[in-house]
């Protein structure tokens, strides 16, 4: 009965002392720049590492295969794209620098040069920045920017997206809304969130 006891206050204190280990795994300030990983459950697993203060690259894993990768300007607007053996480079026609750090209530707008050159189309995206919040994710709480994003192609109207939570530390949509045809709002939001 004696070591029965022993065993239980051993796994409680074991379970209590990992309770703020898991919170420590969250990225910060000092830690964000080594890079970090964020889940949403089995299906998408992201390495987010940031090159310099600006740009932001993601890889996204399967199993051990890269599905995808991407190098973003600020975590909102692709610069590459590497999917399934198919690249799409974006070559920012505004200064992206001047767009940040980004405000509620402002909207936004960058034009690229999307595809090969002589054959680039040009797309306009456009940010609508709504009220800051904060957010759980896991254990970790994440400080965002709700957005609207509008994309347009050519001469075409500008055309809804979605809606993202940016977080401006992480560099990172955090979560995505998407409109369904009935009206509703379907969210994907990653679960977890750690330092590497």
């Given at each position: 009965?004696?070591?029965?006891?022993?065993?239980?206050?051993?796994?409680?204190?074991?379970?209590a002392a990992?309770?703020?280990?898991?919170?420590?795994?969250?990225?910060?300030?000092?830690?964000?720049?080594?890079?970090?990983?964020?889940?949403?459950?089995?299906?998408?697993?992201?390495?987010?590492?940031?090159?310099?203060?600006?740009?932001v690259?993601?890889?996204?894993?399967?199993?051990?295969?890269?599905?995808?990768?991407?190098?973003?300007?600020?975590?909102?607007?692709?610069?590459?794209?590497?999917?399934?053996?198919?690249?799409?480079?974006?070559?920012?026609?505004?200064?992206?620098?001047?767009?940040?750090?980004?405000?509620?209530?402002?909207?936004?707008a960058?034009?690229?040069?999307?595809?090969?050159?002589?054959?680039?189309?040009?797309?306009?995206?456009?940010?609508?920045?709504?009220?800051?919040?904060?957010?759980?994710?896991?254990?970790?709480?994440?400080?965002?920017?709700?957005?609207?994003?509008?994309?347009?192609?050519?001469?075409?109207?500008?055309?809804?997206?979605?809606?993202?939570?940016?977080?401006?530390?992480?560099?990172?949509?955090?979560?995505?809304?998407?409109?369904?045809?009935?009206?509703?709002?379907?969210?994907t939001?990653?679960?977890?969130?750690?330092?590497?």
């Amino acid at each position: 009965m004696t070591s029965s006891l022993a065993v239980l206050a051993g796994v409680l204190v074991l379970a209590a002392a990992s309770i703020p280990c898991a919170a420590q795994d969250c990225p910060t300030a000092e830690t964000v720049g080594r890079g970090f990983i964020a889940e949403r459950g089995t299906a998408a697993k992201v390495e987010v590492q940031h090159l310099d203060a600006t740009l932001v690259q993601t890889t996204w894993r399967s199993g051990n295969a890269v599905i995808l990768q991407t190098l973003q300007f600020q975590g909102l607007f692709d610069l590459d794209r590497q999917e399934g053996g198919r690249r799409t480079t974006s070559r920012p026609k505004t200064d992206l620098a001047k767009l940040f750090p980004l405000q509620a209530g402002k909207e936004i707008a960058a034009e690229f040069e999307t595809g090969p050159t002589g054959q680039a189309q040009v797309t306009t995206v456009r940010l609508i920045v709504k009220d800051p919040a904060t957010i759980d994710v896991g254990p970790c709480k994440v400080d965002v920017f709700a957005l609207d994003r509008f994309i347009a192609r050519g001469a075409a109207p500008p055309e809804f997206v979605n809606g993202e939570l940016y977080s401006p530390l992480l560099k990172l949509v955090v979560a995505k809304d998407f409109k369904n045809p009935d009206g509703t709002v379907t969210r994907t939001q990653y679960d977890k969130i750690y330092a590497r």
